[in-house]
């Protein structure tokens, strides 16, 4: 089992920069990738960026330039440094835990509670 706590949403002016913060307890050493997702009103949830195991980061093309994935292994934590923020970046942000069963191939994923971020133009 993973437990995911995210921190670091607020309300901040477009042009402007948050950080979230997702702090990994449990099973961390099992987990194969960190993504983070978001969700708007009224909208389906999308993901933002991703950061595997091995290090490779892939980042959806809307938040390309903007966005920035990192970890810290000794605090297990992800980040997600928000810059240059626009008001369609509003949503609550989730953080998702991936472990790969490599026996089965099956995933075993889990959630933050998620973190609000509203971006007011």
């Known amino acids: 089992q993973v437990l995911l706590v995210e921190s670091g949403g607020g309300l901040v002016q477009s042009g402007g920069s948050l950080r979230l913060s997702c702090a990994a307890s449990g099973s961390v050493f099992s987990i194969d990738g960190v993504n983070w997702y978001r969700q708007a009103p009224g909208k389906e949830r999308e993901l933002v960026a991703t950061?595997?195991?091995?290090?490779?980061?892939n980042y959806a093309d809307f938040v390309k330039g903007r966005f920035i994935i990192s970890r810290d292994d000794a605090k297990n934590t992800v980040y997600l440094q928000m810059n240059s923020l626009k008001s369609e970046d509003t949503a609550v942000y989730y953080c998702?835990?991936?472990?790969?069963?490599?026996?089965?191939?099956?995933?075993?994923?889990?959630w933050g509670q998620g973190t609000q971020v509203t971006v007011s133009s």
């Open positions: 950061i595997n195991r091995d290090g490779t980061i």
């Open positions: 998702n835990a991936v472990q790969i069963d490599y026996l089965s191939g099956s995933l075993n994923k889990y």
